[in-house]
């Protein structure tokens, strides 16, 4: 089945880039998501992309997607401690139950 | 936009007793609803497609008795944990499409199951 993997954890300083990293398994995905979830709280979409792009930029946070090495980046612009929580990348396939799959979470920590 | 509502946010209950867990669309029609399960600092797990009208999809693993489904109208699903046992303790999240896929899906606050 579908695999999606990220690192677990990514410490920057406030107003420093945050890159996160995420690869996914299979080709046929057609979108794919970032999903930022604060403790105890459920799952907010920044952002997704169209699998024929390779960029998009939407206020601070810039995607990056290398479909040929199905490889997806969410870079965070000018990091704030309100950024601290955990970011999930995944895709969508517009085949079998449609669901998302998910990664299994990059923890952000921002230093003041 | 598009909002799910989640309800409980928490529950904590005795081991033995049943569960049930709502979703509601607020403002738009699910005809789907996706039921994941979320252990401390892992992943969200899908564990079951409800469709409006008929029988939830199960993923593999997962006891469809233990998890009931009931998806009755076009706003609201239900996820009935029965006889929960400690081990049922976790973080259960619904998830609905939106607007066509490039909107992405509306994920539900989540239901903090605990229990004792």
């Known amino acids: 089945g579908e695999d999606v993997e990220q690192s677990l954890f990514l410490s920057v300083r406030e107003g420093d880039s945050s890159v996160i990293n995420c690869t996914y398994t299979?080709?046929?995905?057609?979108?794919l998501y970032w999903y930022k979830q604060e403790p105890g709280a459920g799952l907010q979409l920044l952002t997704y992309?169209?699998?024929?792009?390779d960029m998009k930029q939407d206020q601070r946070l810039t995607v990056l997607l290398n479909k040929k090495d199905k490889h997806l980046s969410l870079r965070i612009a000018d990091t704030q401690t309100g950024d601290s929580a955990i970011y999930f990348c995944a895709d969508f396939m517009d085949t079998g139950r449609r669901a998302l799959t998910f990664g299994s979470g990059t923890r952000l920590q921002v230093q003041p | 936009g598009a909002v799910v509502s989640q309800h409980p946010s928490w529950v904590i209950c005795k081991s033995g007793t049943s569960v049930k867990i709502e979703c509601r669309s607020l403002?738009?029609?699910?005809?789907?609803m996706f039921w994941y399960r979320q252990f401390p600092k892992q992943s969200l797990m899908l564990m079951a497609t409800?469709?409006?009208?008929?029988?939830?999809?199960?993923e593999q693993g997962v006891e469809k008795d233990k998890f009931l489904i009931n998806h009755a109208s076009l706003t609201l699903s239900t996820l009935t944990v029965t006889s929960a046992h400690p081990e049922d303790s976790s973080f259960y999240i619904c998830?609905?499409?939106?607007?066509?896929?490039?909107?992405?899906?509306?994920f539900g606050s989540g239901t903090r199951l605990t229990v004792v």
């Open positions: 403002d738009f029609q699910a005809t789907t």
């Open positions: 409800s469709n409006e009208g008929s029988k939830a999809t199960y």
């Open positions: 992309i169209f699998s024929n792009m």
């Open positions: 998830s609905a499409p939106t607007l066509g896929t490039g909107n992405g899906y509306t």
């Open positions: 299979d080709s046929s995905s057609t979108y």
